[in-house]
């Protein structure tokens, strides 16, 4: 009870953040309605009353005339009090949802990239994208909630005038029923919580035969039909489990929810018993198994709305859990950097989570303004490690990296990654347009066109752009628009590079930059990367080790180890294994 009043506590801040003005309405709205349908009530029982009176015809039809006017008036406010409850209602879930959203999107974006390692925080993330409604609902159903105990309270009064242990009896039969579908909304959960990662591959596999990364290969192999049966088996799966407790819930439902609806009938006979006795009018039936009906009906409702806040409060704990996931790089430095002089890693240890495999072991080197550094080693050796340990994407095991004779983590994080430009292995681009790709890694600053057109010649993504149908502003990809372009592996690369370069940072990382370029463009790249200004680092790895002859400095890495550092020349006389590799590829 206490996590459910702190959950409802949370919501309703949420509510009245969202919006104030709608917050207020709607707990003034919920709380009036239910004294419309009590007045409505008593009308119909004057007017039935009046019908069957021995009163002269005219005292009849005034009574019958002024309550029927009186009932239209009623109902038609009603009807415009509803409506406008119904739209104030539209608006602010929207407003809380999106509110919800953000968050998770605004937690999603602040999260440590080492998460993204990690299959539990796919599930976490996952379950809480998939209960944020749940705050909108809680807000809704707490609502609901207000309108069934001023509606119950009314009944109670009026039903009490005649025989406060109906009510009592009402209200004893209805509980078994209700604990019933409380304790199959939590075991429902449960269910829900242990098939998240079984959906989460159902979905991926729905992913595959909808998107056009795969389509390609889905159709050269034709692996149509082993998608679906995968995805079938684990649908087959997971309904199966729900529907076995469904079914369950279903039987014993019938049989203590009947029960309600059998003393509601034995009630109504008693009551027309009192009416053939002349105990009571045939108004007062109306009314009193009305209101009956009304206050089992509200009690069912009551009890609901309590359930669903029971089950909204614990989605919404997921979404908590969620936001509570900790960071361990931590932002807690305090100092601003403003340039870089001097980079150095001193026995730095890494290994990544949930992995036993040392990436990096006791690497220690120096890296100083002017120097263009070429990081090469086989696949797997540590190369991008070290990039991403740069940039505070992760902090390493043991050791430490310095900046300026300054651990980076005494700068703030903001600043840190200000003072670097990064292209990183396999870049992706973003399917907006093509200006929006280029200056996405400077969105702080106002548009450079002229850096724009400097670094798109550069690149060679020029004549892309020049002939796109709507030249800067043409989308890539036809995901959202069917006259966006689509891009061949190496002009996706080019424009990533493009990015890279827009950026003026004092030190540019190069991860793999030409991979997918053909020989002019490399050659145009490195070209470039010659020509900076001796103020500027380049730190950049290739598998292509003609280019690493630009490099003053070469740092070459295997099994987490530097096997040999220096000058690229002067490697090649020495004769060790750069040489070896260097001549491998002539």
């Known amino acids: 009870m206490k996590k459910i009043s702190i959950q409802l506590y949370r919501c309703s801040q949420i509510a009245h953040q969202s919006s104030k003005l709608y917050f207020y309405m709607r707990i003034i709205g919920r709380s009036v309605m239910p004294l419309f349908l009590i007045i409505n009530a008593f009308c119909l029982k004057y007017i039935l009353d009046a019908m069957i009176s021995n009163d002269l015809y005219e005292v009849k039809f005034k009574i019958i005339f002024s309550n029927f006017l009186f009932l239209l008036l009623i109902t038609l406010t009603y009807s415009v009090i509803g409506k406008v409850i119904s739209y104030i209602e539209s608006m602010h879930q929207d407003l ?42 809680l807000v809704s159903t707490f609502f609901d909630f207000i309108s069934a105990v001023f509606t119950i309270l009314s009944t109670i009064i009026i039903i009490g005038r005649y ?23 939590q075991r429902l959960y449960r269910l829900e919580q242990s ?20 389509a390609a290969t889905v159709r050269l192999y034709k692996i149509e039909e082993y ?9 087959k799966g997971i309904f199966n489990e729900k529907k076995k407790m469904i079914k369950k819930r279903t039987s014993q439902l019938y049989i203590f929810e009947s029960i309600p609806s059998i003393v509601v009938i034995f009630l109504s006979l008693l009551l027309a018993i009192n009416v053939i006795q002349f105990k009571l009018t045939v108004g007062d039936y ?6 009956i009906n009304q206050l089992l009906t509200q009690i069912f409702s009551l009890i609901n709305s309590i359930t669903l806040i029971s089950d909204s409060s614990i989605r919404i704990e997921n979404v908590w859990v969620f936001h509570q996931i900790p960071s361990k790089v931590k932002d807690v430095g305090k100092k601003q950097l403003k340039n870089i002089n001097r980079i150095e890693f001193e026995n730095v240890c890494f290994t990544y989570p949930c992995s036993d495999n040392c990436i990096l072991n006791n690497l220690s080197f120096k890296i100083n303004s002017g120097d263009k550094v070429a990081i090469i080693g086989t696949n797997g050796s540590g190369k991008s490690t070290i990039i991403k340990l740069l940039l505070r994407l992760y902090d390493p095991d043991s050791g430490s990296i310095k900046i300026n004779n300054l651990d980076i983590k005494e700068y703030t994080l903001s600043s840190l990654r200000h003072k670097f430009t990064c292209y990183l292995q396999n870049e992706p681009n973003y399917a907006f347009t093509l200006k929006e790709n280029i200056v ?8 450079d066109w002229d850096k724009i057109k400097s670094v798109i010649e550069i690149t060679g993504i020029d004549h892309v752009i020049n002939k796109a149908s709507h030249g800067y502003d043409s989308h890539i990809s036809k995901l959202f628009n069917s006259n966006g372009i689509e891009l061949s592996g190496g002009e996706h690369q080019r424009l990533a590079l493009s990015r890279t370069l827009y950026r003026d940072s004092p030190v540019i990382i190069l991860d793999e930059p030409s991979s997918s370029l053909d020989p002019i463009a490399e050659k145009k790249l490195f070209e ?21 002859m630009l490099a003053n400095r070469l740092i070459h890495i295997e099994n987490g180890f530097i096997i040999e550092e220096g000058v690229p020349s002067e490697l090649l006389i020495c004769g060790g294994t750069f040489s070896d590799l260097y001549s491998y590829q002539r």
Request: charged fraction near 20%; proline fraction near 1%; avoid cysteine.
């Open 286 to 291: 109306s009314l009193y198994t009305g209101q």
């Open 96 to 137: 809380i949802t999106q509110h919800i959203q953000n968050s998770i999107m605004q937690k999603a974006l602040d999260s440590d990239y080492s998460l993204f390692d990690k299959s539990e925080y796919y599930d976490k993330m996952n379950q809480a994208a998939n209960d944020s409604f749940a705050f909108s609902s």
């Open 163 to 185: 025989n406060i242990f109906f009510t009592l009896i009402i209200i004893v039969v209805a509980i078994p029923a209700s604990l019933i579908r409380y304790v199959y909304i």
């Open 440 to 447: 996405l890694s400077n969105v702080e600053s106002n548009e």
């Open 528 to 548: 470039y990367i010659k020509s900076l200004d001796n103020d500027k680092i380049v730190i950049f790895t290739s598998h292509r080790l003609t280019n690493i």
């Open 195 to 214: 098939q998240i990662n079984l959906n989460r591959q159902k979905n991926y596999l729905f992913d595959i035969a909808t998107s056009k990364e795969h």
């Open 227 to 235: 998608l679906k049966s995968k995805y079938k088996n684990l649908w």
